[in-house]
């Protein structure tokens, strides 16, 4: 990952650059709302589209309708970092226009749009503080923690960690169960009302679904086109701060602005991955400034060169972090366990 050419050595230097570029990205906020309209509507318009496709493919060829799944992810997806866009209030000028879009959308993406928006902002205010983990986050321990553990803890740890928990296990849990209910927020009735009333909605709609239906479009289209895009977003979340060389710090010696532009990377994807990403791998940007549009974020790198080479992580890279899990405190680095085993050698 190349960051050398954009990270200062002293940490002074890098705290006041990171607060520097927030004034820099602020010209970058407003969004155009007529643009906004049309990224919504080219992606909501092909999903219904494809789910249409695919419902009557199921009276030609069950595979094909399994087949169509697939694109209905990749739009279900964009649907979801468009939702994502809704909840920082930076896709509309108009804050009710925003929440009420995503609310339509959260039924969509299975997600109770005022939860999933109050735990996103815990995580971006948070995210890198090593005292405020466990909301809208992975679970990373350091590694004193990790010795610390008892043998259990440990394979509990690790079990947590493997790619076949994260990333087969997690997205349905997250998705099918841990979304239907405010986990983080249970004592407020506020949320209590938004995920109950999603649910409900959400049980509505299947219900027609299954009455027109039957069980075949439920079992051929919606499951494993939510489950795909739901394991690609879990993949796209992990890489965004599960990097060797992010931040994380005490509560003491962090800082809000550092931990968003150095504790987040800029995936390098395609262009098309990029399209049906919302542009969310370039990260390290939108967690510095969260209220600039996903369709700006490219203009931001065009015009400022530097911020592109920060913390960049090609697909090949990201595949390697899969193997990092603690954090080594003195190193200020992510370590696999293999490694981990090393420095206790």
């Known amino acids: ?51 249409a496709a695919a419902w009557a493919a199921l009276s030609v ?26 909840g920082h209030g930076s896709l509309f000028k108009n804050r009710k226009v925003s929440d009420w879009v995503g ?9 109770p749009y005022d939860v999933w928006r109050r735990t996103h902002a ?11 983990r466990g909301i809208g986050d992975i679970v990373t321990l350091t ?42 927020l249970m004592t407020t009735g506020k949320y209590w009302f938004s995920a109950m009333l999603t649910n409900l909605v959400i049980l509505c709609v299947l219900g027609l679904i299954y009455a027109f239906g039957g069980v075949a479009p ?19 979340f992990y890489v965004q701060h599960q ?14 602005h550092d931990a968003a532009l150095y504790g987040s990377s800029h995936y390098i ?27 700006r974020l490219p203009e931001v790198l065009r015009e400022n060169a530097e911020l592109a080479e920060i913390n960049r992580m090609t697909i090949r890279e990201s595949f390697a972090s899969v193997r990092l899990h603690l954090w080594d405190e003195t190193n200020k680095r992510l370590l696999s366990f293999r490694e981990a085993r090393s420095l206790a050698a």
């Not at 595979?63 to 970092?81: D, H, K, M």
């Not at 609310?103 to 997600?111: C, E």
Request: hydrophobic share 50%.
């Open 1 to 51: 990952m190349n960051i050398a050419s954009a990270f200062p050595t002293e940490q002074t230097d890098k705290a006041k650059s990171a607060k520097e570029w927030v004034s820099t990205l602020a010209k970058f906020r407003e969004p155009n709302t007529a643009r906004s309209y049309f990224e919504l509507l080219v992606t909501a318009v092909p999903f219904l589209g494809l789910w």
């Open 61 to 86: 060829s069950y595979w094909l309708a399994l087949a169509l799944s697939l694109p209905i992810a990749a739009f279900l997806l964009r649907l979801f970092t468009i939702q994502h866009d809704c």
């Open 103 to 111: 609310r339509a959308l959260g039924v969509v993406t299975l997600t």
């Open 122 to 132: 815990i995580h971006h205010a948070s995210h890198g503080n090593l005292a405020k």
């Open 143 to 184: 590694l004193a923690e990790y010795k610390a553990l008892s043998p259990l803890g440990k394979l509990q740890y690790r079990i947590y960690r493997s790619p076949f928990f994260l990333f087969g296990f997690v997205p349905a849990y997250l998705f099918f169960i841990q979304q239907r209910f405010p986990v983080g």
């Open 218 to 236: 439920l079992l051929l289209i919606f499951l494993p086109s939510t489950l795909l895009a739901a394991t690609a977003g879990m993949w796209l």
């Open 243 to 256: 990097f060797e060389e992010t931040t994380w710090d005490h509560n003491e010696n962090w800082d809000l």
């Open 269 to 295: 994807l395609p262009s098309w991955v990029n399209w049906f990403s919302a542009n969310i791998g370039i990260h390290h940007i939108h967690h510095l400034y969260s209220r600039i549009p996903f369709y």
